[in-house]
């Protein structure tokens, strides 16, 4: 999984910087614009599909990082450290997201080995054996979550429920993490100009 880390915020800014820019006519600078946005974009619409929300916050991913790298590089707001942080963050998100960060963690705290068994219907089920779990150590890590869960539904509590709870926790988390993310994106989204 991707980290972002907060850019480097230059100590000059776009206003003092002397370059060909400063000089050439609008139009000159939006075909280049236009040029050079196809050609860093092609790799993500190359790779989009239309069937999943995947492709959608994966976009968004890609459009964040852009602006803000332009943002930072331009370095022309006083707010720019706010929004590389804000900006950052969401980065960050929207990786979880994409990744099923949370589920991938909860599917990391067991081992278990599949089993496909024939059925009398001439249909296969598969059974599942855990062989090794370390669910104690996830909910602990979440227990915050697991006692607000458990809390809504005592159906999660004992022994035998530890894998449905730490499945209901990961399942938390990720909505968490999406609700998180949409969040930032309305209340400081608007502030990411330049």
């Not at 614009?33 to 974009?41: L, P, Q, R, S």
Request: aromatic fraction near 16%; proline fraction near 2%; charge should be positive.
């Amino acid at each position: 999984m991707k980290k972002y880390e907060k850019l480097v915020v230059p100590k000059d800014s776009a206003w003092t910087r002397k370059t060909w820019r400063k000089y050439a006519p609008i139009w000159v600078l939006d075909i280049v614009d236009g040029i050079t946005n196809i050609f860093k974009w092609l790799p993500t619409i190359y790779k989009d599909r239309n069937w999943d929300d995947y492709y959608v916050l994966e976009i968004l991913q890609k459009k964040i990082e852009f602006q803000r790298a332009y943002l930072i590089r331009a370095n022309r707001h006083a707010g720019i450290e706010n929004c590389n942080f804000w900006m950052t963050t969401v980065l960050n998100l929207l990786e979880r997201e994409n990744m099923e960060y949370y589920y991938i963690e909860y599917l990391n705290s067991f081992e278990s080995e599949l089993t496909f068994n024939k059925t009398e219907e001439d249909t296969y089920k598969v059974d599942v054996h855990i062989l090794n779990e370390r669910y104690s150590e996830y909910i602990n890590k979440y227990s915050r979550v697991a006692k607000k869960l458990l809390k809504e539904n005592p159906k999660l509590q004992g022994e035998v429920k530890r894998n449905k709870l730490c499945f209901e926790i990961s399942l938390y988390n990720q909505k968490r993490c999406r609700h998180l993310l949409f969040k930032i994106l309305e209340e400081k989204g608007e502030a990411w100009w330049d």
